[in-house]
């Protein structure tokens, strides 16, 4: 596997090392038999936090033997259920998610929008499983069955890496997920993951200039974009859209009496995004009654809603378009619609 090493409290009754502690991405491994120890949880808090996904998710033989591990032992963790062999040379554990299994299967780690979404990241996830696999690979296997070679038709997106940076096991970091997810998503759909990585705290705006290194020249303009202020995937792909038209539009907005409001479009458009994470949602009597004040407000208000968002985003264009231009406190409201126009047919989204 790719990037650093792992630490793992074997089960020989070794003690961590605390020197192992500086290396970049420990793996602790706790097997039923150490789970009471008082040292380990503290150990294992200090040394990889909460959030650090998969910090036990896939072990090599390597690693176990670097940790104390005889053979027999691995041999006997793995009959006993506490290990789970899930490739040659790598093991998992009973709390190991099925889809970095999956990926370990192929030969690789969890990567690209599988693994964003693992994290929790809003992503337009497409069904398949995306894999990040090491240049030198050339063993790839089925991803539910490790002893069959991969299908040529199947649902696995592989993302090939020369250089990988170091990720917890099992899993691609962050930034080299969301650097090949720029090439796997719609760009306002990655934009909206980039918006949620970073809102998440996934991302830092520091781990942005990495990110910038790994992405081509129209993702990079699309990072100067970015908003950690947007609360949902479908608000930032139509707040990338109205940009994109030329129009002015800001995040967030604090109505008196009506409370906070997705996006609002030259001042006088409201547009709420409207959706769970991945349907249409009705319109309940609070958002009825806030549309009633934000029209009384002279406010004119668009919900377009997950399908169509995500499906026909042309028509969320002209929706928006229509409204500026047909909204009479807009300042020269016709050349702002004319030109949106000119920009959404050179955008394709006539
Ligand atoms: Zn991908």
Redesign the pocket.
């Given at each position: 596997m790719f990037g650093g090493r792992a630490t793992l409290c074997g089960d020989q009754g070794m003690a961590p090392k605390l020197a192992s502690l500086a290396r970049p991405h420990p793996i602790l491994l706790i097997t039923e038999h150490h789970a009471g120890r008082t040292d380990v949880p503290s150990w294992e808090s200090r040394t990889l936090g909460h959030r650090d996904p998969g910090s036990m998710d896939d072990a090599t033989t390597h690693d176990l033997r670097a940790a104390g591990w005889t053979r027999r032992g691995i041999a006997r963790a793995v009959d006993a259920g506490d290990l789970i062999r899930v490739r040659r040379g790598h093991y998992a554990t009973a709390r190991t998610p099925e889809a970095v299994m999956r990926a370990i299967r192929v030969g690789g780690r969890l990567?690209?929008?599988s693994e964003l979404r693992y994290r929790g990241v809003w992503v337009l996830d497409d069904g398949a499983l995306?894999v990040q696999v090491a240049g030198h690979t050339s063993d790839l296997r089925h991803p539910d069955a490790g002893t069959a070679p991969m299908p040529a038709d199947s649902e696995v997106?592989l993302?090939w890496h020369d250089e990988a940076e170091p990720g917890p096991a099992g899993h691609a970091s962050v930034v080299d997920a969301l650097a090949?997810?720029s090439?796997?998503l719609e760009r306002r759909a990655w934009v909206a993951s980039v918006d949620s990585a970073l809102r998440r705290g996934e991302l830092s705006r520091a781990t942005v200039h990495a990110l910038r290194q790994r992405v081509n020249a129209a993702a990079r303009r699309d990072l100067e974009g970015v908003d950690a202020r947007a609360e949902s995937g479908l608000e930032s792909i139509v707040r990338v859209l109205a940009t994109d038209l030329g129009l002015r539009v800001r995040p967030q907005v604090t109505f008196r009496g009506v409370g906070r409001v997705d996006l609002v479009v030259e001042d006088w458009i409201v547009v709420e995004a409207d959706g769970a994470a991945f349907h249409d949602v009705s319109m309940s009597a609070t958002d009825r009654r806030r549309d009633a004040m934000l029209t009384a407000m002279n406010r004119t208000v668009l919900r377009p809603g997950y399908s169509l968002i995500v499906s026909d985003v042309a028509a969320v264009g002209r929706q928006l378009i229509a409204a500026v231009g047909n909204h009479r406190r807009v300042p020269r409201s016709g050349e702002l619609a004319a030109r949106a126009r000119i920009r959404a047919r050179r955008l394709g989204i006539p």
């Open positions: 990567g690209c929008v995306h997106r993302h090949d997810a090439r796997c």
